[in-house]
């Protein structure tokens, strides 16, 4: 059974930082390639952040310059470096991970909220 747990998030004053992480545990499951996706009340899940296999990042367009996407193959985790943070940040933020598992499996959320 894969599961990520996620960690990081709260609340923080705009231009502030907060960072993510996503950790594979309790299972053989290595993390190939992962995303962030955040949740905002009312609207869609969207894309943030992805990583590949080789280690090549995208970003969505609203985070391009202030978000960092990194994966530690040694560690198995995932870290979103969220920075100069807008109140429009705030949302639920997901985890996803395509690994040594089929399937893609999502992290718990976590909330991160941005106060102006």
């Known amino acids: 059974q894969v599961q990520l747990v996620q960690s990081g998030g709260g609340l923080v004053q705009a231009g502030g930082s907060l960072r993510l992480s996503c950790t594979a545990s309790g299972s053989t499951f290595r993390i190939f390639a992962s995303g962030w996706f955040r949740q905002a009340p009312g609207k869609q899940r969207e894309l943030v952040a992805h990583?590949?296999?080789?280690?090549?990042?995208t970003y969505a367009d609203s985070v391009l310059g202030r978000f960092t996407i990194s994966k530690d193959n040694a560690k198995n985790t995932v870290t979103l470096q969220m920075d100069s943070l807008k109140p429009e940040d705030t949302a639920i933020y997901y985890c996803?991970?395509?690994?040594?598992?089929?399937?893609?499996?999502w992290g718990q959320g976590t909330q991160v909220t941005v106060s102006s």
């Open positions: 996803n991970a395509a690994g040594s598992i089929p399937g893609v499996h």
């Open positions: 990583i590949s296999n080789i280690n090549r990042t």
